[in-house]
C-alpha cells in the first residue's frame, strides 16, 4: 500500500522556537521560490518516490510519478490512497492509473490525518527546515532532497513513531441524533 501527495516547499523562513533578551535580525529569503514534490509514500519500508518541479504539479505530473512506481514495484498489486486534489481525481489520471493497473484509493474529504505521507512532509519540515537558513535555493532544494533520500534509513526510529498504523475504525459506532 502506497500513500501519495504533493508537499509545496516555499523558500523562505521556517522559523523555530527563540526567546532572547536582545531583539534578533534573522536573514531570509523573499518567499517568491517554491519547491514541489509530488511524493508516493511506501508505508513499510517508509522509502518515497518523488517527482519534483519548481512550477505547477498537475495531471501530467502524477501520471509521470504512476509510471515511476510501476517501474519501481513492476508486476506486483499496486493501490495507492491519495486525497481529493483536482489533479488526481480527474478522469485523466484515473484512467491512465487503471490502464497501468493501479488502483486509487481517494480519502473523504477533509482528511489529511488518514494520508501517512502527510505525517512524512511534516517530519521532513521538521527535520531539515525548521530553524535552518539556506542561503540559496540550490542549497534549500538539495537539503529537501537530501533528507527524502536518507530519512529511511538515518531517522528510521523517529519515523516508526511519526507514521505509525494508528487509525481509529468506525465500524460500529452507535450515531445519535442531536
Avoid at 517501474?71 to 480527474?90: E, F, H, M
Avoid at 492509473?97 to 512524512?120: C, H, K, M, T, V
Amino acid at each position: 500500500m502506497l500513500f501519495m501527495d504533493a508537499a509545496h516547499f516555499v523558500y523562505e523562513a521556517f522559523l523555530g522556537m527563540m526567546w532572547c533578551f536582545v531583539r534578533m535580525f534573522i536573514l531570509f529569503p523573499s518567499g517568491r521560490k517554491r519547491f514541489n514534490v509530488l511524493g508516493v509514500l511506501n508505508a513499510v519500508s517508509k522509502e518515497v518516490l518523488t517527482l519534483t518541479n519548481e512550477t505547477y504539479i498537475n495531471a501530467e505530473s502524477v501520471c509521470q510519478l504512476l509510471l515511476q512506481v510501476v517501474q519501481y514495484y513492476g508486476s506486483k498489486p499496486i493501490t495507492i490512497v491519495l486525497d481529493n486534489a483536482r489533479y488526481q481525481r480527474c478522469a485523466f489520471v484515473q484512467s491512465f492509473a487503471a490502464d497501468l493497473g493501479i488502483e486509487l484509493l481517494f480519502l473523504p474529504s477533509y482528511s489529511p490525518q488518514l494520508n501517512l505521507i502527510e505525517r512524512y512532509w511534516r517530519f521532513l519540515r521538521n527535520k531539515c527546515l525548521y530553524s535552518k537558513f539556506y542561503p540559496d535555493f540550490a542549497q534549500f532544494k538539495r537539503a529537501i532532497q537530501r533528507c527524502i533520500t536518507l530519512a529511511p534509513y538515518e531517522y528510521a526510529n523517529e519515523l516508526e513513531s511519526w507514521m505509525a498504523w494508528n487509525f481509529q475504525s468506525f465500524q460500529k459506532v452507535k450515531i445519535l441524533a442531536v
